[in-house]
């Protein structure tokens, strides 16, 4: 039994809202703080199964986390302190673990075994083992290219100069942890900005990367220093809300302490060539991270052709513009995103459907979809178990004419634990069916 929301067509959203806290910043914080020295506090930790997932898997590599339900204590255990789990490492739905747990536990002394659920064992895994092998981790993965990996350990690895096939912010970030166990420097080329979370995280706790241009590299490292951390809301989770104030008429509405990082915050200026009317206040820094309030009125939008060197810096956003897009007059063309073919569905071909569902005519193409704006009529829409597709059509409901039903919900919790409460409180007509 998976669970339905229904929502109802009506209201406004209004007041402020706090959505929980950064997954990608979660899950970093938490690995840096594990191979620390010293003891880590992470305030406002993301108590979603993904970020969870990663503190389940440093406990069986013998951390001591205690989570409180908020802050979260890490017993650092040193770059080499890590332990062999006796059991594979289960990272759920977790792309963002399997990935950068893959890059750490390459540079360890004893073996492992990554796996993951239904969704994650189909993703593709290759993009990681090829660098890693370049760099001599002992690494093999499943004949097509996904997990189960298993990892050798004892290898000493070798710092490389490689250029990212891929616009992917989990296989730079694998390679910099990768690179923390290299002997010499790991250098890595971005031909298109990814998020640098990582980067910012390793600074932190002391271990400073440093970029010229496009390129970043890291030094074999000798100790990370254990911290405190703050964490901002997700920008990924609030972005549902911009979207849903924007479309929704007589909305206003303020997100608070959102992390407004420039390699995460795309959608604002995709929302705005849309006509939105978004405003950030209160700009500050926390841990290292830019942080706003993000205050939106809802505003009549207009298609566009969405320019593509902002898509790799608005990758997890495309589910909520797209929603958005489809409210606008006109057509709104998305283009050079094939990578949303694998994430946790193919996310092209699943808006596209739940697009069907409710009235909206779409063409999706090899790394794109073409979206006509126009009236959502309501109806049933799969989210295919992907928390992004399921979030996108909750909030298409309060504009639509009819209730919109989403089936397979379950995964929200993967990065937005109280999502139905929160939609509530700002103001959607939201419920389990
Ligand atoms: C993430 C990077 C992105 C993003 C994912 C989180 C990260 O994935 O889609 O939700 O935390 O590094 P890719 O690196 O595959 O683009």
């Given at each position: 039994?998976?669970?339905?929301?229904?929502?109802?067509?009506?209201?406004?959203?209004?007041?402020?809202?706090?959505?929980?806290?950064?997954?990608?910043?979660?899950?970093?914080?938490?690995?840096?703080?594990?191979?620390?020295?010293?003891?880590?506090?992470?305030?406002?930790?993301?108590?979603?199964?993904?970020?969870?997932?990663?503190?389940?898997?440093?406990?069986?590599?013998?951390?001591?986390?205690?989570?409180?339900?908020?802050?979260?204590?890490?017993?650092?255990?040193?770059?080499?302190?890590?332990?062999?789990?006796?059991?594979?490492?289960?990272?759920?739905?977790?792309?963002?673990?399997?990935?950068?747990?893959?890059?750490?536990?390459?540079?360890?002394?004893?073996?492992?075994?990554?796996?993951?659920?239904?969704?994650?064992?189909?993703?593709?895994?290759?993009?990681?083992?090829?660098?890693?092998?370049?760099?001599?981790?002992?690494?093999?993965?499943?004949?097509?290219?996904?997990?189960?990996?298993?990892?050798?350990?004892?290898?000493?690895?070798?710092?490389?100069?490689?250029?990212?096939?891929?616009?992917?912010?989990?296989?730079?970030?694998?390679?910099?942890?990768?690179?923390?166990?290299?002997?010499?420097?790991?250098?890595?080329?971005?031909?298109?900005?990814?998020?640098?979370?990582?980067?910012?995280?390793?600074?932190?706790?002391?271990h400073p990367v440093t970029r010229d241009g496009n390129k970043i590299s890291v030094k074999k490292a000798e100790k990370l220093i254990?911290?405190?951390?703050?964490?901002?809301?997700?920008?990924?989770?609030?972005?549902?809300?911009?979207?849903?104030?924007?479309?929704?008429?007589?909305?206003?509405?303020?997100?608070?302490?959102?992390?407004?990082?420039?390699?995460?915050?795309?959608?604002?200026?995709?929302?705005?060539?849309?006509?939105?009317?978004?405003?950030?206040?209160?700009?500050?820094?926390?841990?290292?991270?830019?942080?706003?309030?993000?205050?939106?009125?809802?505003?009549?939008?207009?298609?566009?052709?969405?320019?593509?060197?902002?898509?790799?810096?608005?990758?997890?956003?495309?589910?909520?513009?797209?929603?958005?897009?489809?409210?606008?007059?006109?057509?709104?063309?998305?283009?050079?995103?094939?990578?949303?073919?694998?994430?946790?569905?193919?996310?092209?071909?699943?808006?596209?459907?739940?697009?069907?569902?409710?009235?909206?005519?779409?063409?999706?193409?090899?790394?794109?979809?073409?979206?006509?704006?126009?009236?959502?009529?309501?109806?049933?829409?799969?989210?295919?178990?992907?928390?992004?597709?399921?979030?996108?059509?909750?909030?298409?409901?309060?504009?639509?004419?009819?209730?919109?039903?989403?089936?397979?919900?379950?995964?929200?919790?993967?990065?937005?634990?109280?999502?139905?409460?929160?939609?509530?409180?700002?103001?959607?007509?939201?419920?389990?069916?």
């Open positions: 039994m998976t669970s339905t929301y229904q929502v109802n067509p009506g209201g406004a959203l209004s007041g402020n809202l706090t959505v929980p806290g950064d997954k990608s910043i979660s899950h970093r914080a938490l690995i840096l703080a594990a191979i620390a020295e010293g003891n880590t506090t992470i305030q406002g930790f993301l108590q979603g199964e993904d970020t969870l997932a990663t503190a389940e898997a440093f406990r069986k590599l013998g951390v001591r986390i205690d989570n409180d339900g908020d802050i979260v204590h890490v017993e650092g255990v040193g770059l080499n302190g890590l332990q062999q789990s006796s059991q594979p490492i289960d990272l759920g739905n977790s792309g963002t673990s399997a990935r950068l747990m893959t890059g750490l536990l390459s540079g360890q002394s004893f073996d492992s075994e990554l796996i993951g659920d239904e969704s994650l064992m189909t993703r593709p895994m290759q993009r990681i083992v090829e660098p890693l092998r370049l760099m001599h981790a002992n690494i093999q993965c499943s004949d097509s290219g996904t997990l189960p990996i298993r990892i050798s350990g004892g290898s000493q690895l070798k710092g490389i100069n490689y250029e990212l096939p891929v616009a992917s912010a989990q296989l730079k970030s694998c390679l910099l942890l990768a690179g923390l166990y290299a002997d010499g420097t790991t250098t890595i080329t971005e031909n298109e900005s990814t998020r640098d979370h990582t980067e910012r995280m390793l600074a932190t706790f002391a254990g911290t405190e951390i703050i964490i901002p809301a997700d920008f990924s989770s609030a972005a549902f809300f911009i979207v849903a104030a924007t479309i929704t008429p007589d909305s206003d509405l303020l997100l608070k302490n959102v992390g407004v990082n420039p390699t995460r915050k795309a959608m604002l200026d995709i929302m705005k060539l849309m006509g939105a009317d978004i405003e950030l206040e209160d700009e500050r820094e926390l841990s290292g991270e830019p942080v706003a309030n993000i205050h939106i009125k809802s505003s009549q939008l207009e298609g566009i052709d969405i320019p593509e060197e902002l898509v790799p810096i608005a990758i997890d956003e495309f589910p909520a513009i797209l929603i958005a897009a489809a409210r606008a007059s006109g057509v709104t063309r998305l283009t050079g995103a094939a990578e949303l073919r694998v994430k946790e569905s193919d996310r092209l071909q699943a808006m596209s459907d739940g697009f069907t569902a409710i009235g909206i005519q779409t063409d999706v193409t090899d790394d794109g979809i073409i979206v006509s704006g126009g009236e959502f009529n309501g109806g049933s829409v799969n989210s295919y178990a992907d928390h992004r597709i399921a979030m996108a059509f909750a909030i298409s409901g309060t504009v639509a004419k009819q209730p919109v039903t989403i089936s397979n919900c379950d995964n929200v919790t993967t990065s937005f634990p109280g999502f139905v409460d929160i939609a509530k409180q700002a103001g959607i007509n939201i419920n389990y069916a």
